[in-house]
Structure formats: C-alpha cells, structure tokens
C-alpha cells in the first residue's frame, strides 16, 4: 500500500500539502507528525495539522492563505468549503529592503544578432494584421508557405500570421489604442524576427502612421522585389491593392524577398545577458508553489545573474503575494508603481462586480488550490529571490536587466502575448493540469509540476519538477531548467514546437470600450 504522506511547507503553517491521494482509513505523516485523516484528500490538497478556530489565518508556505470559516479539525480537509480569502494591500510603503546582487556569472548561447544590438533565440518572418479586417488575408499569405515550400529557406523558422480582434471600435489614440499598436510594434521589433510585412485595410484607426510615430515603425510602401531591412515594416493596403487576390499575390512576392533575406542570418555565440526570460505558469496545481515554481525561480536567478532578464506577469496573480515583492524593490517608486497596478486591478474588476478571488479557476481548485492569496503565493516563486528592478505596463519594451514585472492579465494567452512583445526571446512556463501551449515567435519550455502529469502529457511536456516531491533538490531541479534553457536559446526544439503549436496564441490586451 502506498504511504500516504502530507509536505509540511513552513514550521508555522497549520496545513500540509497531500503528496498523494489520501484515504479516510489511515494516518498520514508530516514529517515527524501523524494526522488522522479525516475525509479523502485529493492529492496535491490540504490537510489541517492541527486546529483552526473559525475565523483564524490558514497557514501555508508561512503566510495567511485566507480564513476558515468554520471549526477545522486536525485531519480535515481544507478547500473552499472551509476557507475564504481575506487579504488587505498595504499601502503606506516606508522603505524597501532589495537584496545583493547575485554572484555575476558569464554563460553564452547560440543566436541570432540584430541591429541595435538584440539578440534573438530564432529567426522567422512576420505578416502583421494591423486590423482584423486584414486578419483573413495575413493568414492565407503565411499559409503559402508550408514545410515543403519553407525547404527552400532552411535558416528560417517559419512564416508566422500575427492577427488580433481590433479594428475601428476604438478611439484614436486612447488606451486601447495605445495597447495594440504597442503589442504589434513589439513584435515587428522582435529579436527572434528577422523582417516584417504590415497587411491593413486602409480605413482603420490602427493606421501605421500613428505606429511609425510611436513606435518607430518604418512605413514603406514597398514595391515588389525590394529588401527590407529587420525592423522596417513593408506595407500593404487591401484597398490600395485592389482586394484580397492582388494583395495576396504582391505580399507573397515580398515575403519571398523577406525570407532570402532572413535566410542569410546564422547562429553566433552571444553572451546570456541577451536572454529576455518570461515567467509563466498555467493550470496551476497544489504542486506549483512546491516544485516547478521554485525551481524555476532558481532558473530566474541564474539568468539575472548572467545579465539577462526575468520577468513575471499576471497582476491578478501577484495580489495575495505582492509584499514578498515589494519588500524586494530596488526602489519606494518601484515598489509604488506595482501597488498601483494591483489597485488599478481592484477598480477594474470591480466595475464588473467581480473580485479579484474569483481568479482561481475550476482546474486551480480541483488541483488544490482555494484562495488567490494561496495561488499568487505559489505563482510569485517563479520570481527567485534577486531584486525587482522594474514595473513595466502591458507589452512595454523591457529596457534592463533583473527581475521586473510586466501588468498583464492571469489568462495566458494574453499574459505571455504582452511579454513576447515587450522583448522576451524565451519562456518558462509551469503547468500542474497540463497546457499545450506554444507563443511563435518565442520557445515555450513547459515544466510540469508532478511526475503523474509528466508521464501523461509526455508529447507536450518539457521538464518533470516532480522529481522533486520524490526528494530531489529545488536548486539542481533549477539549474537543470537553466541549462535547458541555455539549449533551447540555442535552436533545440521544445515540444511545442515539435507539434507546430504557436500560431494562434497571439492575444492581445486591450483594456476599453468598443465604440
């Protein structure tokens, strides 16, 4: 019979984590403790180890997950049922206290070098939507150039269709405007882009002039045949063009030229510091704040103290646990500036009569997890232990290195969208219930939080931090991540990019109405 054993996280928590599923018929140990088990636990749940009164702070990983409830007894489990969210953000910040910088390290990678200095970790060729109304067009150009025809150009990745929702229904030059001419500016500067075409319609009011003016996007009316330098935009207009068949076929030459061009780019050796790192975690479980979580902030601190950058995201997944950053900002303006945007978040959802509980979702909760405070807890130890240097608004170009946070929403489509356009050339990406996700241009490393889970989704996952739970230690589960990441920087492929996966994952954030 398999033992049945809890993971106590922090001396003072009052809960421990079940590291499988749990009978009714026998003690479980924590540690050094037995609990009688009171009801079947699900694994990766919690169980009381001791009694909490009603209305007293459930403990996990040191800090208040929320309030019971009710009376819960020693062995009970402890879900929604019995324990509500109760946290309060501190406002009236005195001081912060970051700590030293990491012992610099110097690692490289292969990659690719662009003008400006970039250095990107692969090498494909853009069809940007400048509205939906171009959105059909844009795909069926990428869509001309397949496997087969793609053979013809063997240093490029790929020919990728980055199309969105947007259109005229909104206001020029207001936030959601601002949002998505900076999201598709971003990835028309991409390092792991080596050129770009702009398909419009000709009447929207994402105009390319309105994004050559913000964002240095180059405007060229390009005539078939001519090059195009990285970071110029070649720019068509369906009613410019004549309709959908001509456009199409002038685009088609241009991306040709695009791809020789792109094809004479090759890997070269660049120091780690070009390595813009995002952090994400989806589907999380009652694992992730235990294995993949930590041990990827033991990647992040690695990547920082190569130079590079290591950015979280997903505000409403910061809110439970955004002192442990505050208290780690290089500075009061920092640190004020990701109190504001947690605020901001409170008034959003609000006007929506929402909360920002309501956050974990029906997977989080039958993987384990209650309250927010419990699942940001868990999801802020992607972040490591180095300072926080920087707050950065949505897909906003990440101009430094060390940790930041980038305000992005917790749905990860949009989340990880905002920090491939803000620069991030990689992503870690932890999951418990499990994710097929990929985001072109950006490799998409996958790290499952249980070893169950690993084995099940063995063509989707990239790294079991399960072996953790089986005693392994966090800091070589860490270092491993760190040296996959290395590889992957350098051309291995992730699966997800085995399967092909990444060409619908671009979903922009855009915060406003629709007029």
Not at 35 to 46: E, F, S, T
Request: aromatic fraction near 4%; include cysteine.
């Amino acid at each position: 019979m398999t033992s049945q054993r809890l993971i106590l996280l922090h001396p003072t928590d009052n809960v421990a984590v079940a590291a499988n599923r749990l009978s009714a018929t026998g003690d479980a140990t924590a540690g050094q403790q037995r609990v009688a088990v009171k009801q079947p636990v699900p694994a990766g749940h919690k169980v009381a180890v001791r009694q909490i009164d009603p209305g007293m702070p459930v403990m996990k990983y040191g800090y208040p997950i929320g309030v019971s409830t009710c009376l819960i007894e020693t062995g009970d489990h402890v879900h929604s049922h019995n324990l509500r969210d109760q946290h309060t953000v501190i406002h009236d910040i005195q001081s912060t206290d970051p700590p030293e910088p990491p012992v610099a390290i110097r690692r490289e990678f292969m990659g690719y070098h662009r003008e400006g200095g970039k250095v990107g970790t692969r090498n494909y060729v853009l069809v940007v939507s400048t509205v939906n109304c171009s959105a059909s067009v844009s795909r069926m150009v990428a869509a001309k150039f397949d496997a087969q025809r793609m053979t013809r150009w063997p240093h490029v990745d790929g020919v990728i269709a980055i199309t969105h929702d947007g259109g005229c229904g909104l206001a020029f030059g207001g936030l959601k405007h601002q949002m998505l001419s900076r999201t598709l500016a971003g990835m028309v500067h991409h390092p792991n882009v080596a050129a770009s075409l702009l398909i419009g319609l000709g009447c929207e009011q994402n105009t390319v002039g309105y994004m050559a003016a913000q964002h240095q996007i180059v405007p060229l009316r390009s005539p078939s045949g001519q090059q195009l330098g990285s970071d110029q935009g070649g720019v068509l207009m369906i009613q410019d063009e004549g309709g959908t068949r001509r456009t199409i076929a002038k685009a088609e030459a241009l991306v040709e030229n695009l791809l020789d061009q792109a094809n004479q780019c090759r890997r070269q050796p660049a120091n780690a510091s070009h390595l813009c790192v995002g952090l994400e975690c989806g589907g999380s479980d009652g694992y992730s704040g235990i294995t993949a979580n930590p041990a990827v902030g033991v990647a992040a601190d690695r990547i920082v103290a190569c130079g590079g950058s290591a950015v979280i995201s997903e505000t409403s997944e910061i809110y439970g646990a955004e002192q442990l950053l505050v208290q780690r900002a290089r500075s009061l303006a920092v640190a004020e500036k990701l109190i504001e945007r947690i605020q901001w978040w409170k008034g959003y959802v609000g006007m929506f009569g929402q909360e920002l509980d309501n956050n974990p979702s029906v997977g989080n909760k039958a993987g384990g997890l209650t309250t927010i405070t419990e699942k940001s807890l868990g999801a802020v130890s992607k972040s490591g232990r180095t300072a926080l240097e920087a707050v950065y608004e949505y897909a906003q170009p990440i101009d430094r290195p060390g940790l930041a946070v980038m305000d992005t929403p917790g749905f990860d489509p949009a989340s990880v969208t905002g920090k491939v356009a803000g620069g991030a050339n990689l992503i870690l990406f932890t999951t418990g219930r499990g994710s097929c996700f990929g985001c072109k241009p950006t490799p998409s490393i996958k790290i499952a939080t249980n070893t169950s889970l690993y084995q099940r989704l063995d063509e989707d996952m990239d790294w079991d931090a399960g072996t953790i739970l089986a005693g392994r230690d966090v800091d070589t589960v860490g270092g491993e991540i760190f040296e996959l990441a290395l590889r992957v920087a350098s051309g291995e492929k992730t699966k997800s990019e085995h399967l092909g996966i990444g060409d619908n994952e671009f979903v922009p954030w855009a915060v406003g109405p629709v007029l």
